[in-house]
């Protein structure tokens, strides 16, 4: 076998027998990577006129090929408000937010009732 392969193979094996060596203090390590709390994605739109609205997006039950749905809210906090309940409640639309709703509970909606 080729001698230089032999030291280099030694060399690697004291590196990994040695303790990590501790980060300098001037040395900042980056936050941990955040697993995505929340499935919903919130677009913030702005029409010709000016006016501004949050369109919040998912996918039914979350899964990678399930049909998108969205809701338009009429302000950021709604939307945020929205996206969270929508996650809370499976990645489906939840009870009581019928289609068209704007992010705001309708206290007489019925799925039974067309």
């Not at 080729?2 to 030694?10: K, R």
């Not at 004291?14 to 501790?22: F, I, Q, V, Y």
């Not at 739109?45 to 009429?74: A, P």
Request: net charge positive; with cysteine; aromatic share 6%.
């Amino acid at each position: 076998m080729f001698p230089h392969l032999a030291m280099l193979q030694s060399a690697f094996d004291h590196l990994r027998a040695s303790p990590p060596l501790p980060a300098p203090a001037s040395v900042t390590m980056p936050p941990a990577r955040q697993t995505r709390s929340q499935a919903a994605s919130i677009i913030e739109r702005t029409t010709r006129n000016g006016t501004k609205s949050c369109l919040v997006k998912w996918r039914i039950g979350g899964g990678r090929n399930t049909k998108e749905d969205f809701e338009t809210c009429c302000d950021r906090q709604v939307a945020d408000d929205f996206a969270a309940l929508v996650t809370l409640s499976g990645e489906n639309r939840p009870h009581g937010y019928p289609k068209g709703c704007h992010g705001i509970e309708d206290p007489n909606y019925d799925p039974t009732r067309p």
